[in-house]
């Protein structure tokens, strides 16, 4: 008879989109037989788009616990936890490995009173700056440091990200950690783009000679837009180059930065009513990634805290050239000169000066595109992921085998 598969609860905090969500999708579907996996989410907040299509392209239907919601509230908290410690007794895991802050902590509660015999968890990003005030983040530190003690295996998505937790902020010591990328089904960002280029172009009304500069993401304090619109200005008032700003994403902020564009003297436009003439277009989430990276020539990243950034992923994968803020896990997402020019966070100046060097010349665009797609599918396509987490689950599970006779 065959042996039965090792069975694992996977626990994020909610479905939205963005990296977590297609990490824990394709871990869900692609781990080998060896792996049985129950796929558990909280409830996305009403301003984030939905990742649903995300989960139902590959045949997933997760588990929703509803009271596991992004903010603190003590009273949905105990409610979710007490969930999640039925959902652990009923499915009697070999593992639990949860993603990102508020799963983590709920999630590796639950698993730690049900004694499971392997706890796993994966930081993406973290909330040690940029998020929060000084005695919250204090307060954050507390926790992690206490869960990080008691779980079995902590993953990071890069070397700087983990340098960060370790040495630090003294999260855990260095050698509990794995460093895991994220990865994701990077075809589609190169294939057809020409077809998918004029589709957008023709949808937003953008002329030839036009160079589209865009920034894909929550419309959130951390994503920094301020400074992104800010730059964008400088580039308009300096180049002779018929330029076009996309704010793709949607979010809490959205009504402000249009405020913000008045206050700079920027116009801009939204749908359904476009306005051609106008220099920055709100997109709100454009569900196809892979027309918009096709569609635009320049793919930007302000932010002041970032893990593993998608969107610099997908630029790459479809041979964009990128102007990014220098922070987090970047340097290991990108190749700094190669595939991007980096700033300093929060440096309007430096991150404007990158933007104009690649609106001005065709030459450097050109380069900048030339190594992307290459270096992306290598090393953040989901065949990688699921093969270095199964390696390390099978170490874990061998070393808990050791140990125990």
């Known amino acids: 008879m065959p042996k039965e598969p090792y069975r694992i609860v996977r626990i994020i905090n909610r479905f939205n989109l963005g990296g977590p969500t297609y990490n824990v999708t394709y871990l869900t579907r692609y781990l080998s037989p060896e792996f049985e996996t129950l796929l558990v989410g909280g409830m996305k907040e009403e301003s984030e788009a939905s990742s649903d299509f995300i989960l139902k392209e590959n045949g997933i239907t997760p588990v929703i616990v509803e009271e596991m919601r992004r ?215 454009i569900k196809e990634a892979d027309v918009a990276t096709a569609g635009v020539d320049i793919i930007t990243l302000s932010s002041l805290n970032e893990g593993t950034p998608v969107s610099l992923i997908e630029a790459q994968a479809a041979s964009r050239p990128i102007v990014s803020t220098q922070t987090g896990g970047i340097e290991n997402v990108v190749i700094p000169n190669e595939t991007a020019l980096l700033s300093p966070v929060n440096d309007e100046n430096s991150f404007a000066d990158n933007m104009l060097k690649l609106c001005n010349d065709n030459t450097l665009r050109t380069n900048l595109s030339f190594k992307g797609k290459d270096f992306a599918m290598a090393k953040f396509h989901y065949s990688s992921l699921v093969k270095n987490m199964g390696d390390l689950y099978l170490k874990l599970l061998k070393d808990k085998h050791a140990g125990a006779n």
């Open 71 to 285: 903010s603190i509230n003590p009273m949905n908290d105990i409610a979710a936890y007490k969930k999640l410690k039925k959902i652990i007794k009923d499915f009697k895991p070999h593992i639990v490995h949860t993603h990102a802050a508020k799963s983590g902590t709920l999630g590796r509660l639950a698993a730690f009173s049900c004694k499971v015999p392997i706890t796993v968890h994966t930081f993406h990003g973290h909330v040690f700056h940029s998020y929060f005030g000084g005695v919250q983040t204090a307060v954050y530190k507390s926790i992690e440091r206490y869960l990080a003690a008691r779980t079995t295996a902590l993953v990071a998505l890069s070397e700087k990200q983990k340098h960060e937790l370790s040495d630090i902020h003294h999260i855990a010591p260095a050698d509990k950690f794995h460093i895991v990328p994220l990865g994701f089904d990077l075809e589609r960002f190169w294939t057809n783009q020409e077809a998918k280029r004029k589709a957008f172009r023709e949808k937003y009304l953008l002329a030839d000679n036009e160079i589209a500069i865009g920034i894909i993401g929550r419309l959130v304090p951390v994503k920094n837009h301020h400074l992104f619109l800010r730059a964008f200005k400088q580039i308009e008032d300096k180049t002779q180059t018929k330029v076009k700003a996309f704010i793709i994403g949607d979010g809490e902020l959205k009504e402000q930065l249009m405020d913000y564009c008045k206050e700079l003297g920027l116009s801009y436009t939204s749908e359904p009513n476009l306005d051609p003439s106008s220099s920055v277009v709100f997109t709100s989430w």
